[in-house]
């Protein structure tokens, strides 16, 4: 059998993740080669990822490549997937997820505490959930934006563009800085984006049925698929992509699928939240109640100012 391509991005981080795909299909007697695809959210750094599409950022370019034949698979953090693909495509495997918090990291060690700084701190991100999540919970913080891969942003740091980075756990641990998290951000504050901690991969419609099964079996797994379908499903039903400041989470305990999520205004302002469960058949469902829930609560007005706000 041929080596299976497997399309990535070429930072230091997607290509940590293309390499953990390429080992489980390894460990199942299957040969790889890494591919490395440029993407328009690695070639445009000067402008928030917002402004520049909430579609196919990171994901566009590899699909080009899917759809060519030119690779068989294509890795992604499930965090930067639309919440709707282009027709012909599918997502066919989630790894096993990471820790999903939201972490701060800082060069300084003496880091002050959130709740009670009186200091004024800067911390950099470009995530519009984190800023507004950030400007909610903690209004005396402010934020600028970084873009950049985890090292550009962490050498932007400590030239003193910011006093620290708000990043999800997985990237950071994944990378090795563990000794630069100064604070674990509480997951009933903070809860993550749709599907933060773990990676998808994606295929073309055109890949063999025997080939597809072979990854499937190699790197899915089962209870992280469910909770991302929950959480995706969700994501759908508002349209949301990386300019809109929404977040899930779906827990598997037990028998019981529990999902919980919302959305934020841009400015922090308000917040709308709910939460379900059902058993794992209901996944999909349950993405679709709790987006209604949270549309009926006053989302549909959200999402037009969001998206307003985003065009001017």
């Known amino acids: 059998m041929k080596p299976i391509r497997i399309g990535t991005r070429g930072s230091k981080l997607a290509l940590f993740q293309a390499h953990h795909v390429a080992a489980l299909l390894h460990a199942r007697g299957l040969a790889t080669e890494i591919v490395i695809i440029a993407t328009k959210g690695d070639q445009v750094l000067d402008v928030a990822i917002s402004k520049i599409g909430s579609k196919g950022v990171f994901t566009e370019e590899l699909e080009n490549q899917l759809a060519e034949r030119n690779v068989d698979i294509a890795v992604h953090s499930a965090k930067d997937l639309p919440s709707r693909l282009p027709e012909g495509f599918d997502i066919i495997a989630f790894t096993e997820r990471e820790k999903v918090n939201d972490v701060i990291i800082s060069h300084k060690k003496d880091f ?93 419609s055109s890949l063999a049925g025997p080939l597809k099964e072979a990854i499937q079996q190699a790197v899915n797994d089962p209870a992280t698929a469910v909770c991302l379908e929950a959480e995706r499903s969700f994501l759908r039903v508002l349209e949301g992509g990386c300019s809109i400041p929404a977040f899930a989470l779906a827990e598997w305990k037990g028998d019981v699928v529990h999902l919980r999520g919302g959305l934020m205004q841009l400015e922090g302002k308000e917040r709308l939240y709910d939460s379900f469960q ?18 009926k609560k006053g989302g549909d007005r959200l999402l037009k100012e969001i998206k307003q706000s985003i065009d001017e």
């Open 112 to 204: 002050p505490a959130l709740e009670t700084t009186k200091k004024p701190l800067l911390l950099g991100t470009s995530s519009t959930r984190r800023i507004a999540t950030l400007a909610y919970y903690y209004p005396q913080v402010r934020t600028t934006d970084i873009r950049g891969n985890l090292q550009t942003r962490i050498a932007k740091m400590e030239r003193g563009v910011c006093d620290g980075l708000l990043l999800a756990y997985a990237g950071v641990h994944r990378m090795g800085y563990d000794t630069l998290i100064r604070k674990e951000l509480s997951l009933e504050e903070f809860i993550p984006a749709v599907g933060q901690g773990c990676i998808g991969v994606e295929a073309h």
């Open 278 to 295: 059902g058993n794992e058949k209901e996944a999909h469902s349950l993405g679709i109640k709790l987006a209604e829930s949270i549309l």
